[in-house]
């Protein structure tokens, strides 16, 4: 068991540093003339809040501990936002609102919680929990969309609403005692869930 829980802390750690290495990329792209902004905290009851009133922008928490909480805001154009918490009972909202949109909001651990809304435009949203007694919820309102939360463990919530436009939604969860809660509204649709466990 230690050594599934010391490869599976490696593994996200070579994620971690594979997204900042990724994360240099909207930077060199959004020089324009882009807001950006990055926090890395270690420790624990930290609070990380980013919030852009934004043009090309661009975002990214990273949390090591428990009972740290992160929060983004973006509000017009390009958006992006990344966070990361790897720890015990952590937080992270993330929400925008116009434009190209995006948000991957990852945590390994146990007891976290992930929210993030999202308005209008080209969305994408990706959420990963891994560890167990995790909750993961996606509001997200119109345009092109694609949601996909993807949990490993156990007894972990997810909610997904939708609303309009292109649709898709995947949906993963690996483990037992796993709750999966899905409203969608209209246009184009593919809804996937993929559920292993009991």
């Known amino acids: 068991m230690g050594s599934t829980s010391s490869m599976v802390k490696t593994w996200f750690a070579a994620l971690l540093v594979m997204l900042s290495i990724v994360g240099a990329t909207p930077s060199l792209v959004f020089a324009q003339e882009g807001s950006e902004a990055y926090i890395y905290q270690t420790g624990d009851f930290n609070q990380g809040t980013i919030h852009q009133q934004a043009s090309l ?56 919680l992930l929210f993030a809304w999202q308005s209008g435009s080209n969305n994408v949203l990706i959420q990963n929990q891994i560890g167990s007694d995790n909750a993961a919820a996606a509001w997200i309102t119109g345009s092109s969309n694609s949601v996909t939360q993807i949990q490993l463990g156990t007894a972990h919530v997810s909610r997904v609403a939708v609303f309009g436009t292109a649709n898709n939604v995947h949906h993963i969860q690996f483990g037992y005692n796993s709750v999966l809660e899905l409203m969608h509204i209209g246009d184009n649709a593919t809804i996937s869930a993929v559920r292993f466990g009991y």
């Open 57 to 112: 922008s661009w975002a990214q928490i990273y949390q090591l501990g428990s009972d740290n909480e992160a929060y983004t805001y973006q509000s017009g154009e390009s958006n992006w936002t990344l966070q990361a918490q790897i720890g015990s009972t952590n937080r992270a909202w993330a929400g925008l609102a116009g434009s190209s949109n995006s948000v991957l909001q990852t945590q390994l651990g146990d007891g976290n």
